[in-house]
């Protein structure tokens, strides 16, 4: 891949958003019990959108909670020394709920890892699911998606980047560059 290269263009999130949003409706027979849950900052939007698109589809909202992993991370002390902590939304009992997890990218599932022990702090759900826009390998823990927008290869040595409206204040996009690159 060469530096820099734009993998997938607003209307190509799009299109991978409102697939995972059918999938996620078809795989869990409809909406009943379904609740959607996005790690921030880029799974939360994701999920939100998720949300609308389940929401055009069969016409009414789906729970939406948004979740910080901050204390949970694994690598907390390598990050930071003063993390930044931001408020985990979530006004739903999660009890026997069917939970899908959305996150921007799975990378090595430490991420994931850091929002499961997160998540179950706040109750039991009956099913935990995944759904992320991009999957780049290079897994370190047995931990996969169940949705996922689009597979994009990588060697170690590149990153992915999602560029989302909301923050970004640019037109959505994926891109993969070497890692250290502007």
């Not at 597979?151 to 980047?161: A, G, H, L, R, Y």
């Amino acid at each position: 891949m060469t530096s820099n290269s734009k993998i997938m263009d607003k209307e190509t999130v799009r299109r991978a958003l409102m697939r995972i949003a059918h999938e996620i409706l078809e795989k869990n027979k409809g909406k009943e019990d379904l609740c959607l849950v996005g790690i921030r900052t880029r799974g939360a939007i994701l999920a939100e959108r998720i949300q609308k698109y389940i929401k055009q589809i069969e016409g009414c909202d789906v729970p939406l909670g948004i979740l910080d992993i901050t204390l949970y991370r694994d690598d907390l002390t390598l990050v930071d020394t003063q993390p930044i902590l931001r408020e985990t939304l979530i006004d739903f009992d999660l009890a026997g709920k069917k939970i899908v997890l959305i996150d921007d990218v799975l990378f090595t599932g430490r991420t994931i890892r850091a929002a499961l022990d997160a998540l179950i702090d706040f109750g039991r759900p009956s099913h935990i699911q995944l759904a992320v826009l991009v999957d780049r390998g290079h897994r370190e823990l047995p931990i996969r998606a169940d949705y996922v927008g689009k597979n994009i290869p990588t060697s170690i040595d590149e990153d992915i980047q999602v560029v989302l409206s909301e923050i970004d204040q640019k037109e959505d996009q994926v891109i993969v560059k070497k890692r250290g690159q502007k």
